[in-house]
């Protein structure tokens, strides 16, 4: 623990963002380049949904970046609340938006995806449904947070959100397998074989690890400009 303390403080993990900022956003971008040029352009339409089923190569990797940072957030506010460790308030402000933003992609590209598969851009279906409350627990939280006098407060009341919040997260997993939905299975799990075929199953996953990185890249330029600006505000109270 004192290890991972001395590796998450903020002068260190601003010399972490300095190599590790410019590595996600290089690598993200090849590797996303070639995940979406191989998805979009080379991959075999699908023998049910034709061209649009190419939609997925970035609606399921938006579905698991919005869910990977909501999980991001849970942790931060657990270590937020036990711990009271600074990086963790500063990761939970600057992660939000990010999620946000995923899940918001994730949702217009469903309904992109839908109106030609199912005839309707919007359906109450469970994981649809599940979805829209993991983006309305964002904006909850993206207020939350910024919505006291007092930092501390704010910072609690969205870490206790954050943890509440997390049971979403399952229903979205399990949702197509406890109720009777319109929305598709998981096509690739952890204890079975993916039931897709490997020249659409290896862009997906591409795509899906270059969004990842490209997202990494962009949560800790966000984190260091947080940190720096706080530094400068700190200097300037001091009068240096």
């Known amino acids: 623990m004192k290890h991972i303390h001395h590796y998450l403080s903020p002068a260190n993990f601003l010399q972490i963002t300095r190599w590790a900022t410019p590595l996600c956003a290089i690598c993200g971008s090849g590797i996303l380049s070639i995940g979406l040029i191989a998805g979009l352009c080379l991959a075999p339409p699908d023998w049910q949904q034709g061209e649009t089923v190419r ?3 970035i609606h399921v990797p938006m579905a698991w970046l919005a869910s990977a940072c ?3 957030l849970a942790i931060c506010g657990l270590c937020s609340l036990i711990w ?3 990086l963790a308030n500063i990761i939970a402000i600057e992660a939000g ?3 946000a933003y995923a899940t918001a992609l994730c949702l217009i590209t469903g309904s992109l995806w839908g109106k030609p598969s199912w005839g309707t851009w919007w359906v109450w279906d469970a994981r649809l449904t599940s979805m829209l409350v ?3 627990l ?3 939280h993206i207020l939350i947070i910024r919505a006291f006098d007092d930092p501390i407060r704010g910072h609690r009341a969205a870490a206790l959100l954050s ?4 049971i979403d997260l399952p229903i979205i997993k399990f949702s197509v397998q406890w109720w009777n939905t319109l929305h598709q299975p998981a096509s690739i799990t952890l204890t079975g074989t993916p039931t897709m075929a490997f020249s659409m199953l290896w862009p997906l996953l591409t795509s ?3 969004f990842t990185l490209i997202g990494l890249a962009l949560l800790c330029s966000r984190i260091k400009a947080a940190l720096l600006e706080r530094r400068s505000y700190s200097l300037i109270l001091r009068g240096e």
């Open 55 to 57: 939609i997925m190569y």
């Open 70 to 72: 909501y999980a991001l």
């Open 84 to 86: 009271r460790h600074p």
């Open 97 to 99: 938006p990010l999620g």
């Open 138 to 140: 964002y904006l909850g």
């Open 208 to 210: 899906a690890v270059g």
């Open 163 to 166: 943890l509440v919040g997390i």
């Open 134 to 136: 993991l983006f309305f």
